[in-house]
Structure formats: C-alpha cells, structure tokens
C-alpha cells in the first residue's frame, strides 16, 4: 500500500517524466526557448516553485554542444543556472575525462578544458581535499573511479572513506558516468579486477591509486598516481574516514615484473613508467611482507563494468536519478551550488548542468530538486557531482585559446578540482 505522502511524491515524478519528454524537444540542442513554464503540481519536488524555468537563447559553442542560462522561482528563493547540451548523436562530438597530469593532483577546470583542447567542461567528482592524517597533506585525488581514453586510472575509495553529501540507497563510491566504446553515455558502476601473479600463487588487490585502502588491503600505485606521499591510503577504516593511520603497513616496489624492495612504511616520490608500488595494510601488509627481492611478479589489474560495453571514459559520481526515477535517501536539506551530469534514455543526448547558490542571485538548490530538475531538462539517469564551491561550467570556442567561466563560483573564483567532463568536438 502507497502512503499519501508517497503516492503525491510518486504523481509528481510520473508528471515530470511527461514534462520532461515535452522539455527535451523545448530545450533540445539547436532549439531556443526563452521561457518554458512548468505546471506547479508537476514541479512540486522542487520546493513548490512558483514560477517556471526561464532559458535564455541558446548559445552555439560548436555543432552539437549549446549553452543556455536558465533561472527559477523555488519556495526557497530564485535560483540560477547553467546548462550545456551534448548531442552525440553527431559523430564528431565526444565526452572526455579532464584531469591534471596526476591522479593526486588538482587543477581549474578552465586550465583542463584549454590544455585538453575541449569546448566545455563541468567540475567532476569529489576528492580528498579537506583534511590532513598523521601529518601528511590532502592527496587532492578523487573518490570514485576514473577511466581517461579507455585507461583504467583509478579505483573507488571505501564508501565511508568519501567526501560529499550522503549516499542515496543503492549507490556506493564504485558509480560512474561516463561514454561507452559504443558511443552512448550512461551511468554505470565499475569493479576492479586485479591480481598479483607469484610462483606461490595469486593475490588480490583492493585498490588502484586511490587515497585510501579497504582495511586489510593492498593497492597498486603507477605513474598516474604523481608524487604524493603513499601514507593516506594506509590511514581511516572501514567504517569512519577520521581513524588513526594503521600500524601495520608494507610497501613493495616492483620495477619491470621483480621485486626491486620492500619497505614497512609507504613513501613518496614519483613512479617511473617502468615500476608499481605495492601498498598494503593489515592483513595486506603481512602478505606483502612475505616477498624478498629479486621475487618475480606479475601485476595485472583493469576496471571492468557491471554491464556492456567498456567505458571509454569515466568518472565517480553518485545516481541521483535511475530509469527516471528519483532515489531513495536523498534526504540532505541543505541549499549549495550543485553539478549534474544527465543522460537521455538513448544515451545520445547529455546534459552537463551547474545550478550557482550562495550568492545573492541563487540560492542553490537540495540534492533532491538537483534530480527533479535534471529530469525536466530529459535525463533518465544523472549522477550527482561535487558542488559547493567546486561547482563550475566552462565553455571555449574552438578556436579561443582560452576557456571562459559561465557560473558564479561560491568562493568568488575558480577552484582547483581533481577532475571533470569535458566535451569534446573533431574537426
């Protein structure tokens, strides 16, 4: 049986699954729609908003990527926003990891966006930025899994290791989005598949260039890692990310498939191409512990998806909205900027957004509206991505040297983040 306040919480979304449809063809790529009004009981998960969205004229960046502004009316306030249409459907245009040249490392999407030669770009996933364990500083890598041109660069952290808002039922760190070899954008999850080949036998690993291990773990570092210092991954537990670093620690470096050395506390430095660190803890530690150099081994990892084809990119962020549908548990009140990234049913339309907040223009929007919202411009499913301050949306024109900020980022300018989506247009 349907309570009242679900069956009026389940009516609002079956109308906004019909919004939606109508808005996909008012907002569509090359479209303009300088005001789209939205029925108030349709709207009624965002706050009762007792206006409608305002779009401004789309804004060509390139063929198949448009930028509009959009502004509302919520209970809370007015709210403003950005919005980058992706049509994939052109053979040209394609969705890209923006990173630094490090997995433990931050930069502007802006400076991403121009290096990378992209045409627009969001902010990505939330990263380790806030805090500092047993001395050693901030990795500024993310949380969730990356995979830039089809290369598995990172794996999740465990789930009570992450930065942001709390978890919707059914999500974890391992939830992407990303575009697969077949051309279609969607939200998945990934695991890792991974191992380390001996003569005594098979070993599994836990981790790749994350910032922090499962208790017992072991994790593989490379070059993609940078110089930060190896210590965090050995630091929180399973089931709080602020526990003391672990006591039991063992790091093992192997350079082209023979154990080189083996260490009892993790370090630092860059990783040549030819070498990966081992790190382990607990339990992983002992096992590690058990090697001698001069040993041979044999790595092998890669980030395998729960379902079909590969990704050829991809980047942490937690469902928000799943076969149209909002999801459970997201319950967090607090108004902040927010990014979404949004993909159609067919997996050929994407909707990259930015809502601005704590300013005097916008206040922001709930993790919740962030999903209604997503699903009136036509996504089916959407991932939440880090906000707050890290909010921000770029776009360059092609043949602009530089990318130009479009949101009003909460902190006054631009902040370095650990990754994003960038969109992408062949000549």
Same mark, same amino acid.
Request: net charge neutral; proline share 6%.
């Given at each position: 049986m349907?309570?009242?306040r ?14 939606? !449809? ?7 790529v ?25 779009f ?10 448009t930028?509009?502004?959009f502004? /509302? !009316? !919520?209970s ?6 950005h ?9 040209k245009?394609?969705?890209?990891l /923006? ?10 999407? %802006?400076? @991403? ?32 899994? $990356?995979? %830039?041109?089809?290369?598995s ?5 465990? =789930?009570k ?22 051309g279609?954008?969607?939200v998945?999850?990934?695991?890792l598949?991974? $191992? ?9 690993? =836990? ?17 993609d890692?940078?110089?930060? %210092?190896?210590?965090r991954? !050995?630091?929180?537990?399973?089931t ?9 620690? @063992?790091e093992?470096t ?69 076969d ?5 548990? @997201?319950?967090?009140?607090? /108004? ?5 990234a ?10 990259l ?11 922001? @929007? ?8 997503m ?8 991932v939440?991505l880090d906000?707050?301050?890290s909010?921000? /949306?770029v776009t360059r024109?092609?043949?602009a ?5 479009? =949101?009003?980022?909460?902190?006054? %300018? ?14």
């Amino acid at each position: 049986m349907i309570s009242g306040r679900n069956a009026r919480k389940k009516a609002s979304w079956i109308a906004l699954v019909a919004l939606g !449809t109508a808005l996909v063809s008012a907002i569509g790529v090359n479209a303009a729609a300088p005001d789209v009004p939205l029925p108030q009981a349709a709207y009624a998960a965002v706050s009762d908003p007792v206006g409608g969205i305002r779009f401004s004229d789309p804004d060509p960046v390139a063929p198949g990527v448009t930028y509009r502004t959009f502004q /509302l !009316t !919520t209970s809370h306030g007015s709210a403003s926003g950005h919005l980058v249409s992706v049509d994939l459907r052109n053979p040209k245009v394609s969705l890209e990891l /923006l990173h630094p040249d490090a997995v433990a490392k931050k930069e502007r999407i %802006s400076q @991403m966006v121009g290096r990378q030669g992209a045409v627009a770009g969001v902010n990505g996933d939330f990263f380790n930025v806030s805090e500092t364990h047993a001395g050693v500083a901030p990795t500024n890598s993310a949380v969730g899994p $990356e995979i %830039s041109g089809s290369e598995s660069l990172k794996f999740a952290v465990p =789930n009570k290791q992450r930065f942001g808002p709390k978890l919707p039922d059914g999500t974890s760190t391992r939830n992407v989005f990303g575009l697969g070899v077949d051309g279609r954008a969607r939200v998945s999850s990934l695991a890792l598949d991974g $191992e380390l080949k001996t003569k005594d036998g098979r070993i599994t690993i =836990n981790g790749l260039n994350q910032y922090a291990l499962p208790e017992g773990g072991i994790g593989v570092y490379t070059r993609d890692w940078g110089t930060a %210092s190896r210590v965090r991954p !050995t630091c929180g537990s399973d089931t709080s990310r602020s526990a003391p670093c672990s006591g039991e620690t @063992m790091e093992v470096t192997v350079r082209d498939g023979v154990v080189a050395s083996v260490y009892s506390k993790p370090g630092a430095g860059a990783i040549p191409d030819d070498t990966v660190v081992l790190v382990g803890r607990e339990q992983g530690a002992a096992i590690l512990g058990q090697l001698q150099p001069g040993d041979k081994l044999k790595v092998d990892y890669r980030l395998v998806a729960e379902d079909h084809p590969r990704f050829l990119f991809a980047v942490g962020g937690f469902p928000i909205l799943r076969d149209g549908q909002p999801l459970a548990g @997201m319950d967090d009140p607090a /108004l902040a900027p927010r990014t979404s990234a949004g993909v159609s049913a067919d997996g050929k339309q994407v909707y990259l957004a930015v809502v601005d907040g704590r300013i005097a223009a916008s206040v922001g @929007m709930t993790v919740s509206e962030l999903a209604a919202l997503m699903q009136s411009f036509g996504a089916v499913d959407a991932v939440n991505l880090d906000g707050g301050g890290s909010s921000t /949306l770029v776009t360059r024109q092609s043949e602009a040297p530089a990318a130009t900020v479009r =949101n009003a980022p909460s902190d006054g %300018s631009e902040r370095a983040v650990a990754n994003g989506i960038g969109v992408f247009v062949r000549d």
